[in-house]
């Protein structure tokens, strides 16, 4: 079922789905693999989609940490409630990821330990991509990381512009295979 909505989704808006399935699990796995999950206050997550991302997230997670997701289709946003409304600390804003700032400061925060991205910053205006991570570093603390996934490396070089540390595992199963990035400051 979640998977047919994501193809839906995607013919709808290629530009800002970036796939045509939802991640595997192999790639949620190495998305969370860096996170020390031990010591996370506060979680941000772009582009959670139908939430592959999220539950393994949340299945790491300590109780009292923050986890923010940010999605910006109403669609995956409205599944996303239905899902995980009932939790407690998580919080499900249909929005996009250029206004991180606001949704941070709404829950009392300025920094933050982790932001997990799926968003397709290979098809997104570049204006988007550049204000996205601007505010990512910005708003990330010290020891944090800004974890995401690509299908190409197109989008190494913009990812070092911003963190001075970006590390690549290629994950290749996956449709399609791809590339996981994680950035720390």
């Known amino acids: 079922m979640e998977w047919l909505s994501f193809l839906k989704q995607y013919i709808q808006g290629p530009r800002w789905i970036g796939a045509i399935a939802p991640s595997s699990k192999y790639l949620a796995a190495k998305m969370v693999k860096d996170i020390a999950f031990d010591r996370a206050s506060c979680i941000v997550e772009y582009g959670p989609g139908t939430g592959v991302f999220t539950e393994m997230l949340l299945a790491n997670m300590q109780p009292g940490t923050v986890l923010i997701l940010i999605e910006n289709n109403a669609r995956f946003c409205q599944l996303l409630r239905k899902k995980y409304n009932h939790l407690p600390n998580v919080h499900i804003i249909h929005d996009s990821a250029v206004h991180v ?64 540390d970006v590390s690549m595992t290629r994950v290749y199963r996956n449709l399609p295979p791809a590339y996981v990035f994680s950035c720390g400051i």
């Open 101 to 164: 700032d606001l949704h941070i400061r709404q829950y009392g925060l300025n920094k933050v330990d982790y932001i997990v991205s799926g968003l397709p910053f290979a098809s997104l205006p570049a204006e988007v991509s550049l204000d996205i991570l601007t505010k990512s570093r910005q708003h990330l603390k010290q020891d944090g990381k800004f974890i995401t996934f690509q299908y190409t490396l197109l989008k190494r070089s913009l990812l070092k512009q911003f963190f001075g």
